[in-house]
């Protein structure tokens, strides 16, 4: 059974920096390209980053260029997000997500999400 | 505002259908088939419903179905059961490597 679980999230101050992981099982991570996404509190979903299973591609929304990182180690099946320089409108809960066969992003599997509240 | 427009809500009642619409552009919805659908319960993790446009992952009903015309894609759900009130978003890859979503519609089965 395919399994992303997230964990990191927490209260942050503006301004601050968070690291976010998902634990991935249930399938073979090293082949698989993974995103992560946010859902504001009451708002819809926003595509944040993306990354090939070899790290050979990574993407990111214009929101967060520059100020976040996506990362893994396929070793520990493990992805990554470090956030720096957080606003109040990074709050929300963060999603990572398999990439499914077909490819160009969609995905097939979520996580159950990390709330990250940036706030003072 | 999100990149690509659903109706905010849609309501039904059991046994009919209905019929969701997502409107893109030519980058994204209407210049590729790669257009997925996500039922979202309150708190919970998306689910995929339909993928590439009209293509049903293994263990999804047969009463969930997905077309495309032009830029704009829709998802349509026969047989409306009081269990498929959720709130669904479509999305979309976009050329520039990216991916977008709608801003969620709210299916009330009434």
């Known amino acids: 059974e395919v399994q992303l679980v997230e964990s990191g999230g927490g209260l942050v101050q503006p301004g601050g920096s968070l690291r976010l992981s998902c634990a991935a099982s249930?399938?073979?991570?090293?082949?698989?390209?993974m995103n992560w996404v946010r859902q504001a509190p009451g708002q819809g979903l926003e595509w944040v980053s993306y990354?090939?299973?070899?790290?050979?591609?990574?993407y990111y929304a214009d929101s967060v260029k520059g100020r976040f990182t996506i990362s893994r180690d396929n070793a520990k099946n493990s992805l990554y997000l470090q956030m720096n320089s957080l606003r109040a409108e990074d709050t929300a809960v963060y999603y990572c997500?398999?990439?499914?066969?077909?490819?160009?992003?969609?995905?097939?599997?979520w996580g159950q999400g990390t709330l990250v509240t940036v706030s003072s | 505002q999100s990149a690509l427009t659903q109706p905010a809500s849609v309501s039904g009642s059991p046994g009919q259908s209905i019929t969701i619409s997502c409107t893109g552009t030519?980058?994204?919805?209407?210049?590729?088939?790669?257009v997925s659908w996500y039922r979202q319960d309150p708190g919970k993790a998306p689910k995929l419903m339909i993928f590439?446009?009209?293509n049903r992952p293994s263990g999804v009903s047969d009463r969930f179905s997905g077309s495309k015309s032009g830029n704009t894609a829709s998802l349509t759900i026969s047989g409306l059961q009081a269990e498929d009130e959720a709130d669904y978003y479509c999305?979309?890859?976009?050329?520039?490597?990216?991916?977008?979503f709608g801003g969620g519609t709210k299916l009330t089965v009434v």
């Open positions: 997500a398999r990439e499914g066969l077909s490819g160009h992003f969609g995905a097939d599997y």
């Open positions: 249930g399938f073979t991570f090293s082949t698989s390209n």
């Open positions: 990354m090939t299973s070899t790290n050979s591609k990574i």
């Open positions: 030519s980058s994204d919805v209407g210049g590729y088939k790669y």
């Open positions: 590439d446009v009209s």
């Open positions: 999305s979309s890859y976009r050329s520039g490597s990216t991916w977008v």
